[in-house]
């Protein structure tokens, strides 16, 4: 019994961060009807930018905000203005592609410009350990998970409590509605790409300390946060944090106690099962569309 809860609390560290990854598809899917592949290397990006100025000699928090500003630039305003607006008007398909081709384009890029090998990152928390009734729990564990926490419901608060989250919301719900009732449409829809893009260096300032900085970091989680938010359910940013905690949870149970091969494909088992059982996703709506 000791075993088994000490691996479910780091599935839940785990689980938070493919959260916080998954919530960016949702947003994103929510906002503009966009689906980004490249989510994955939204994390990894952020992980050498703030190792960059963290080397330069700038304090970790610092590096974390400096880098929010560049990632709500690059990540940001120039995929949006760059990328999906060119494509928007032809549909999902090429939007898809395209941001399939930015992630290989951007694992490449690091790795011929920067390096091929792992790179230590400092952790925000300090490297404490505590017994709790004979479980062993780590602050960088209890730290990340409640972080990733906070971060998700912070963001479900603003969509929901603020009259910029509730405009985003009409944008998202109906785009020619919103724009009747005056709101700016482009606006609307930049910020969702803003938060993602804060969203997404936040994931790699948790998730980086224990996996290292390397190229092809987001390779697995792109795809696990991907599984999280339909798991969940695409249409419902609640449900992105439930499908990572799932996800979390029953790899590391699944390494375990059946086999580490498997921890990979844990998700994808989850996937294929809620997908059979419940398209929409545990917590997601039905959408009626015409044909």
Not at 50 to 77: I, K, R
Not at 81 to 102: E, H, K, S
Not at 262 to 280: G, N, T
Request: proline letters at 3%.
């Amino acid at each position: 019994m000791t075993d088994f809860l000490q691996l479910f609390f780091s599935g839940l560290s785990t689980g938070a961060i493919y959260a916080l990854a998954a919530l960016g598809f949702t947003l994103l899917w929510q906002a503009s009807g966009t689906i980004n592949f490249a989510q994955g290397e939204f994390v990894m990006l952020p992980a050498f930018i703030m190792l960059g100025f963290n080397m330069a000699g700038l304090p970790l928090m610092m590096s974390f905000l400096l880098s929010c500003l560049v990632a709500v630039f690059l990540l940001g305003w120039v995929f949006k203005r760059g990328l999906v607006d060119p494509l928007y008007r032809y549909g999902m398909m090429p939007i898809v592609v395209a941001t399939i081709g930015l992630s290989i384009a951007m694992r490449n890029g690091i790795r011929a410009g920067y390096s091929a090998e792992a790179h230590p990152f400092a952790s925000l928390f300090a490297d404490k350990i505590y017994n709790i009734a004979g479980v062993t729990i780590t602050l960088q564990d209890i730290g990340t998970f409640l972080l990733a926490l906070a971060l998700v419901l912070a963001t479900q608060a603003f969509l929901t409590k603020t009259v910029t989250g509730r405009a985003m919301q009409a944008v998202a719900q109906n785009t020619e509605s919103a724009s009747v009732l005056g709101i700016n449409v482009p606006r609307m829809v930049f910020y969702t790409f803003a938060i993602n893009a804060v969203l997404a260096v936040s994931a790699a300032l948790l998730v980086t300390p224990t996996y290292l900085a390397k190229f092809d970091m987001g390779e697995s989680l792109g795809t696990k946060a991907f599984f999280a938010a339909i798991i969940g359910g695409f249409n419902n940013s609640r449900g992105a944090l439930l499908g990572g905690l799932i996800v979390g949870v029953c790899e590391n149970l699944a390494a375990a106690y059946i086999s580490p091969a498997y921890k990979d494909a844990v998700a994808l088992i989850i996937f294929m099962v809620v997908i059979l059982f419940k398209p929409q996703g545990l917590l997601g709506k039905k959408e009626e569309r015409k044909v």
